[in-house]
């Protein structure tokens, strides 16, 4: 079999078993989770605490990942308010001649990282080494 890593975002809340299920029993601690669709369940608190992550303490591979479906991230620690980024498509420049380039490359598609500041919009963002080690980050 093929080995899978799954990211999603859900909702859950500490909660204890109600019922057996499988190996747990009833008023074991774990989680309750609701899925984006609505799907409840419950998970046990290793399992889940194992899986999952607040979104507001998350390491940059885990922002890059929300950013990729769609979400607006930042760092805790930014010190401009409103500061963010997001992921920019169907990206674009006016070359020297005047003529509108559209960036598409084979292997790299047509997306861009976007830092959106109290100055304006960069785009291609580069994260510094603080950045990408940092855990703080957190969904907009």
């Known amino acids: 079999?093929?080995?899978?890593?799954?990211?999603?975002?859900?909702?859950?809340?500490?909660?204890?078993?109600?019922?057996?299920?499988?190996?747990?029993?009833?008023?074991?601690?774990g989680y309750k989770v609701v899925y984006p669709d609505g799907y409840e369940s419950w998970s046990p608190?290793?399992?889940?605490?194992?899986?999952y992550r607040k979104i507001?303490?998350?390491?940059?591979?885990?922002?890059?990942?929300a950013v990729k479906q769609g979400k607006k991230a930042c760092r805790k620690g930014w010190n401009g308010k409103k500061q963010y980024i997001?992921?920019?498509?169907?990206?674009?420049?006016?070359?020297?001649?005047?003529?509108?380039?559209?960036?598409?490359?084979e292997q790299m598609g047509n997306k861009a990282i976007a830092f959106v500041g109290?100055?304006?919009?960069q785009l291609g963002w580069l994260a510094s080494q603080a950045d990408i080690l940092s855990e703080d980050w957190q969904i907009v």
């Open 1 to 29: 079999m093929k080995k899978y890593i799954g990211v999603k975002i859900i909702q859950a809340e500490p909660a204890k078993s109600t019922k057996h299920a499988g190996n747990h029993k009833p008023g074991e601690d």
């Open 45 to 51: 608190k290793d399992v889940f605490e194992e899986a």
């Open 56 to 65: 507001d303490g998350m390491t940059f591979g885990l922002a890059i990942e």
């Open 86 to 105: 997001e992921l920019a498509t169907n990206v674009s420049y006016i070359n020297p001649a005047g003529n509108i380039a559209n960036v598409d490359h």
């Open 118 to 121: 109290t100055s304006g919009v």
